[in-house]
């Protein structure tokens, strides 16, 4: 009885972090979309992980956190090259060509994808009940894609589709090397070992075509890089940790939804009939798979 509560308590916490992990990371997209109206892709893409990472390394000073050892070095590789290189650089391309809220259904799919990495890469069981609601809401969003882009994938469609491929990977990591660093450490170490390869694309991009930008884009940039590529970490991965990246992953099919709003409210985007029912298919999966078992290894 006693582990019995423990686990569902250990899974509602997770939640709870994962839920703010997520609605720090449903601005990204609107806000992406509006940084690259004046800043190259790159700068936006990449740009925003150098920002990070100079807020990363003051923090990890005055905690005064040891170097981690080797063995954690190639985790740390991949989640650079899936949450911090991969995601915000093709996604910043993608911004260019299409409404943030049609990029928010389309990356309604990451969750399936972080499961399924949790199960390859980390043991983790879901249960068949799972991977039914997971399916049913990814199944949905590729729908609405297909209807969006008249039966077709768009070209800048499959640039979110492959950054949802390396954010999975990356979310996934990070949410099990949590358990050991902590979920904060996570993502400041990864921005520090990820400056020393970002910092000349950017700086040569900057060189060329210079920073001038609105104040709206300056906000866009700031947002993604504040508190999309680091304060929306602290909770997102420390969620993963404590509740389980398959289970605590498909919170995530809220963002969907809650970027819609916002790309309504900042970007004054048209809010479909066929967006509204979308979202509420994916959210009625999450409400679903949150009571299936998974087993955790």
């Avoid at 006693?2 to 720090?24: A, P, R």
């Avoid at 983790?124 to 049913?136: C, D, M, N, R």
Wanted: hydrophobic share 55%.
């Amino acid at each position: 009885m006693g582990k019995n509560i423990t686990k569902i308590n250990h899974e509602t916490i997770g939640l709870i972090y994962g839920f703010f992990g997520v609605l720090g990371f449903s601005g990204t997209l609107p806000a992406t979309r509006i940084a690259v109206t004046n800043f190259d892709p790159i700068v936006v893409g990449l740009g925003r992980a150098v920002i990070a990472a100079a807020f990363a390394i003051v923090l990890l000073r005055l905690t005064r956190q040891p170097i981690p050892h080797r063995q954690y070095w190639k985790s740390l590789g991949i989640i650079v090259g899936g949450v911090i290189i991969g995601f915000p650089l093709l996604s910043a391309w993608a911004m260019q060509q299409l409404p943030a809220s049609h990029g928010a259904i389309v990356t309604g799919i990451l969750p399936l994808a972080t499961a399924i990495v949790a199960t390859f890469r980390m043991g983790e069981k879901p249960s068949l009940g799972f991977w039914i609601a997971s399916f049913l809401g990814s199944t949905t969003i590729v729908t609405f894609a297909l209807i969006e882009g008249n039966g077709t994938i768009q070209f800048a469609d499959i640039f979110l589709i492959v950054a949802v491929i390396a954010a999975a990977f990356g979310y996934a990591e990070g949410g099990e090397l949590a358990k050991t660093l902590g979920g904060w450490q996570v993502i400041c170490w990864a921005l520090v070992f990820s400056v020393p390869i970002l910092i000349i694309p950017v700086a040569l991009i900057i060189l060329e075509k210079g920073i001038s930008a609105s104040l709206n884009a300056w906000l866009g940039f700031g947002y993604v890089s504040i508190i999309s590529m680091f304060l929306g970490f602290f909770a997102w991965y420390r969620g993963l940790a404590i509740g389980g990246i398959a289970r605590v992953s498909q919170i995530q099919l809220l963002q969907p939804f809650l970027s819609i709003l916002l790309s309504a409210l900042f970007l004054k985007e048209k809010i479909t009939y066929l967006m509204i029912f979308t979202a509420i298919i994916v959210v009625i999966s999450v409400a679903i798979g949150r009571k299936q078992p998974i087993q955790i290894n």
